[in-house]
Structure formats: C-alpha cells, structure tokens
C-alpha cells in the first residue's frame, strides 16, 4: 500500500502512538530494502511483548507499506482501541466459532489487493523462558501457499526488555532507555510446496519453514543461539505432570 492510501486513521495512529515511542526509545532498524515496494505480501513476526505490535508498526509504517493485523475480536468492542482498530483496517480473529474462516478470507482479500498482512505465527505471547519463538500455528503458511504472496520473516527484541509478558511485579521497565531492534529478512523459499495439496502436514513444514526464519533472523540480532528445539508449552506442562506424577509415587 503507497503512502499516498494509508489514510486518515492509520495516519492519526502514528500522530498518536511516534511520538512516546520516538521519546521513550531508541531504535535499530535493519533490513527495510526487504519490504515490498508493491503488490500483496506477508509479514511473520515473533511476539514478545505487549509493546512490540507498535515497535513492529513503527517500523513498518516508516516504510510506507503499513501492515494490516490479525487481532482477536474481543478487541474490537474496546472503545478507542477498537474504534482505531476497525478504522484503520485491521482483521479480527474469531477463535473457535462459526466465523473463525473469515480472518482467513479476509487476509488473502487483502493481499490480493496488494496490502499487507501481518501475521504472529505463534498466536500468543511467547512462553519461552528465554524468549525465543514457540512453535506457530499454521494461519500464514495457509494463506501464503493460497496466494503465492511473498513472506517476509521479521524478528525483533527490545520491547520485551521495556514490558516484559508476564511480569508481576516490575512490569515497565523504561529505565535505562532501551533499543528497539526490528529485523527483517528476504522472503521465506517456500517452492517446494508449490503445487502441493495443503495437508496439516505440508503446512506444518511450510510453517516450521518461516518459523525458522524468524528465529535465525533473531538470533543475529541477539548474537546467540536459538535452542535446537523450539519451546513448546504445551509439551512442558505434560512433562510437568508427568514428572508429578513419578513424584507422587515414590
């Protein structure tokens, strides 16, 4: 989407939501020469922190193609944040109800005509004791094999040092001023896929694909490694159980 067609509220955003950020933080922005000029594609981005959707934004709003985000329904009854959210053209996700595929339809809408869609592959905040990205779920695979769009992998840090997810005690931790870092990558080789039916298990690998984009992308800019295994919540509270289990019966 050129500049020229963000438009009034997405613009009114900015006006509200630069100038805190521009204050509070100082920014590392890398890889913009891999955001698409023109014409529909896909961004997946890892979550680590409330705050990160406008570190992300502020990135990509710079670029001049602003991204369009799947949010849960819920937030758009939320008052402002959903007047903003709805007139600013963001997708609402209904989880588990009879209107669930209309995210999905109104995703590939929307690449198709040549904006773009902004995909947390994992679905949630990350649980990863060290933040690094969980498993995804399948949503941007699905669309990206639909539409043939490009998938551009983003990984960013900092914000999670600013509002760390979770947190009880602490939760703003503005003090020294922390660096957002937002990376992102060339398009994700997703070719081998091409042609091939879109069966759980070809858009399990197409996700563990993009998936290890981002987090590659996130370790270079963490300068470290990424756990060979991805953390996955669901597999630690069954082993959690289990090991209680054991306990119980000693």
Known sequence: ???RRI???YRLAAVIAKPPLVVLFKRDWRGTEHIPAEGGFITAVNHNSYLDPLSYAHYQYNTGRVPRFLAKAGLFKAGFVGTMLTNTGQIPVYRETANALDAFRAAVDAIERGECVAFYPEGTLTRDPDMWPMPGKTGAARVAL???APVIPVAQWGANLAMP???KTDKFRLFPR???VVQAGPPVDLSRFDGLEPTPEVLREATETIMAAITALLE???GEKAPAEPY???RARQEQRRKAAEGGTK
Do not use: N
């Open 1 to 3: 989407m050129p500049r």
């Open 7 to 9: 438009g009034f509220w």
């Open 146 to 148: 639909l539409t043939k």
């Open 165 to 167: 997810p979770y947190a």
């Open 178 to 180: 922390k660096t957002l």
């Open 220 to 222: 270079e800019v963490r």
């Open 232 to 234: 996955d919540p669901r």
